[in-house]
């Protein structure tokens, strides 16, 4: 039986982890479904680690409030992928800090919502 999941892919799925996108999507994007990843991952303890530290490795140093610099690349994100935590952990701010500040700030709750509802 081949590899249903072959090395390049494999090593491409857990590169854009680390970036913080969703395995759903990247998935998508490879050509593969993901129960493909999530059945390699069972059967190959090295990838489920592999899979598990690109997913840890993203958190940021916890920090008062974001910088003008994080919050555009979390919304440049966010119009992409439409995924609150992803967003906020590529852009270097904690996913703790954009759900506090949504529950605070309506208009920014608002924004948020148009850009998870119409990812590009």
């Known amino acids: 039986m081949p590899d249903e999941l072959p090395p390049r892919v494999r090593s491409a799925v857990v ?3 680390r970036t913080g996108e969703a395995v759903q999507t990247v998935a998508e994007e490879l050509g593969v479904t993901t129960a493909t990843v999530y ?7 090295g990838f489920a680690a ?15 409030i974001a910088t003008d610099a994080q919050w555009i690349a979390f919304y440049e994100h966010l ?3 439409g995924v609150l935590r992803q967003a906020a952990l590529a852009a270097g701010i904690r996913p703790e800090a954009v759900y506090d ?8 709750a608002k924004q948020t919502d148009q850009l998870r509802a119409a990812p590009e």
């Open 101 to 108: 500040r949504r529950r605070t700030d309506t208009g920014f």
């Open 79 to 81: 119009a992409v992928h």
């Open 39 to 45: 059945q390699r991952r069972r059967r190959d303890a």
């Open 15 to 17: 590169t854009r982890l």
């Open 50 to 64: 592999a899979m598990d530290q690109a997913t840890t490795t993203r958190t940021p140093e916890p920090v008062g």
